[in-house]
Nanobody, 128 residues
């Protein structure tokens, strides 16, 4: 059974960098036809796809966040990570890692129908 678990600080100060790690068990992040996503949900706002990393390590991002976002991975630990720089209180949200299956990713279009596993989410508050 594939499981994803987010970890990282729950409180980040404005202008700092938010860092989260998703630890995957029960499946390899290098397996073909899977995409490893970061998605967030801020209070009172719609769910927002942030970016993803593919099985071969290619990362791609939501254009609205691209300048502040970096997604990387550590295959030896079967983990992938999110960094969001220059955070503001607007970045306060529940952050989720998720696995998408299929030949082509749909999450960049806001289509989450092919996501088959979600982490439980990590609440991150941006506040001084």
């Amino acid at each position: 059974q594939v499981q994803l678990r987010e970890s990282g600080p729950g409180l980040v100060k404005p202008s700092q960098t938010l860092s989260l790690t998703c630890t995957v068990s029960g499946g390899s992040i290098t397996a073909n036809s899977y995409y490893w996503n970061w998605i967030r949900h801020a209070p009172g706002k719609q769910v927002e796809w942030m970016g993803a990393i593919t099985a071969n390590g290619s990362a791609y991002y939501n254009p609205s966040l691209k300048s502040r976002t970096s997604i990387s991975r550590d295959t030896s630990k079967n983990q992938f990570s999110l960094q969001l720089s220059s955070v503001t209180p607007e970045d306060t949200a529940a952050y989720y890692c998720a696995r998408e299956s299929g030949p082509r990713s749909r999450t960049m279009r806001g289509d989450y129908t092919n996501i088959d596993h979600w982490g439980k989410g990590a609440l991150v508050t941006v506040s001084s």
